[in-house]
Structures are given as structure tokens and as C-alpha cells.
């Protein structure tokens, strides 16, 4: 069935014969609902018999049958959008009933206990487990900056992926998309970590995807991993190259080794075969 609005008085929808033909006579078709006049409708349509087609009947390969419409008002209660993620933002926001703070490349950050806990099973164990930050009401936090922090609590109360406004300026954006992938590696936020993944796929670049290779084998992502693999296969010597790909034979052999099985031969380097 195809639905197309007229206006706000008129809905025209066309049923076709090849989807319709082997319905029982009395079966109906309903429409998608719509608005009209401050309302949500349907149309349907109602078989009474299949007409005898004829030769007109028949339009650019498809038989379409004109049918008498009846309009019936949807009365459902119209659902809003979960603004959950919207409350918890507000909750992190205003810092009201925080129990935990980080101090990280001095700046302290607020946070509650049982919310990390939950989206986090390395902040469950370290918070709410037997680890000495469980009774700790202040933890300095090494090896991330206090930009990338900010990002991961925002996504972990919100569930909600930064705007590109807020991953930096396009020069910035790769390696801030790289270390929040880190980040969500290193706690466990998988649904982060694949979004930085597709973000970084997205803005894949022949000069990078050797060095993104490398990235997504170091911090577990074998989805990002298998696609740049494919990249590098289907791009031939376009790749090979490059000074990311002649890094990766010297520091990442066993990369090498995975292209080589997936391709199924030896794959030439500018100074010879990788071995």
C-alpha cells in the first residue's frame, strides 16, 4: 500500500494488485495513520470482489485498484519521546545528591555512585565492590583527560552521542573520537565505543586507515578492526604506500599477518615482502 497527502482535507492512497490479490473477499487494508483538521486518521479499504482487469488497468507494470475510502479517527493517546536520558542530564548538571567525585588534570567532576555503577561494570566493581575507591569520596583519576572524562559522563547519564560541536574543531575531531573510544574501552561502555567506532568508519581516509587499524586491534574493537582490514584489501597499493602502512609492518607484524591470511598471498611493501 502506497499513502500520499493531498492536503490537510483529502488523503489518497493506492492499493496494488499484485500485494492484494490473494486477500479474501470482506478482508480490509488499513492506512498509515495521519493528521488532519487537529486530528490522527486512517484510511481502509474494504474488498467487495476483484474487478475483471483489463488491458488500461495496467500502468508502468502494476495493476492498481481504485477503492472507496472510509476515514476512521485515531483515537490512541499519542506517546511522548522518553526524556529519561533528559532528566538524568539535569541530575549530573545540577550535581544535586552526588556521592563520588574525580579529580582529573585538575578539575573535579561530580558524579553519582549507583548511576556509573549501572552503566558501568568496571565502575560497579571499583565503586560499589571491595576496591579501595569504593570507600573513597574523592578519586584522582591518571591517563585521561579531563575533556574526554566530561564526554563519557555526559554520554553515561544521557546515552546520548556528542554533537560534533562538542567533540572540537575537524582537525581535533579523529583524535578526540579516538580517545573517547579509549575511554569506553577502558570501562566497559559498549554502546560508546561502537559510535565512535562508526563515527571514525565515517570519516575513514586512505592516509588513516592504516593507523586506525592499529588503534581499533589495541583497544579491542573488532568491528572498526575488520572494517579497516577490508579497506586496506580492496585499496591495494594505494595503502601500502602510505607511512602509516609501512609503520604498521615495522610495529604491528601480526597486522600484517592477518592481511596476508585475508587476502590469501604475500603483500608487497615498497622494500619487499612483509614476512
Known amino acids: 500500500m502506497e499513502g500520499r497527502a493531498l492536503d490537510s482535507a483529502f488523503y489518497e492512497f493506492r492499493v496494488y494488485y499484485e500485494q492484494a490479490k490473494h486477500l479474501a473477499v470482506g478482508a480490509t487494508i488499513h492506512s498509515d495513520a495521519f493528521s488532519a483538521g487537529g486530528h490522527m486518521w486512517r484510511g481502509w479499504s474494504q474488498f467487495i470482489a476483484v474487478p475483471h482487469l483489463e488491458e488500461n488497468n495496467v500502468k508502468n507494470g502494476r495493476i492498481c485498484l481504485v477503492c472507496a475510502i472510509m476515514l ?4 490512541s493517546i499519542p506517546m511522548p519521546p ?19 567525585s574525580f579529580f582529573i588534570g585538575g578539575q573535579t567532576f561530580q558524579a553519582h555512585r549507583t548511576v556509573l555503577a549501572a552503566r558501568s561494570l568496571v565502575f ?19 591517563d585521561i583527560a579531563p575533556e574526554t572524562f566530561k564526554l563519557m559522563l555526559q554520554f553515561i547519564y544521557t546515552d546520548a552521542f556528542p554533537e560534533d560541536h562538542e567533540l572540537g ?33 565515517d570519516n575513514m581516509a586512505l592516509t588513516s586507515v592504516a593507523g586506525t587499524l592499529a588503534f581499533a586491534d589495541k583497544h579491542n574493537c573488532p568491528e572498526l578492526k575488520e572494517k579497516c582490514l577490508d579497506f586496506i584489501v580492496t585499496s591495494g597499493t ?20 592477518e592481511l596476508q591470511q585475508k587476502i590469501g598471498g604475500m603483500i608487497q611493501s615498497p622494500n619487499g615482502p612483509y614476512v
Not at 72 to 75: E, Q
Not at 133 to 139: G, L, Q, R
Not at 238 to 257: C, E, N, Q, S, W
Request: glycine share 8%.
Open 238 to 257: 594505494r595503502v601500502f604506500l602510505t607511512d602509516g602502512y609501512i609503520g604498521l609492518g615495522v610495529k604491528h607484524p601480526h597486522l600484517i599477518a
Open 82 to 100: 522518553s526524556d529519561l536520558g533528559d532528566h538524568l542530564g539535569a541530575l549530573l548538571d545540577s550535581a544535586d545528591g552526588t556521592d563520588v
Open 169 to 201: 574543531d575537524p582537525a581535533m575531531r579523529i583524535k578526540t573520537l579516538m580517545l573517547l573510544l579509549a575511554a569506553a574501552d577502558r570501562y566497559a561502555l559498549g554502546r560508546l565505543k561502537l559510535l565512535c567506532a562508526k563515527r571514525l568508519w
Open 124 to 142: 560497579r566493581a571499583e565503586l560499589l565492590g571491595s576496591m579501595a575507591e569504593s570507600t573513597m569520596s574523592s578519586i584522582t583519576l591518571q
Open 72 to 75: 476512521v479517527n485515531d483515537s
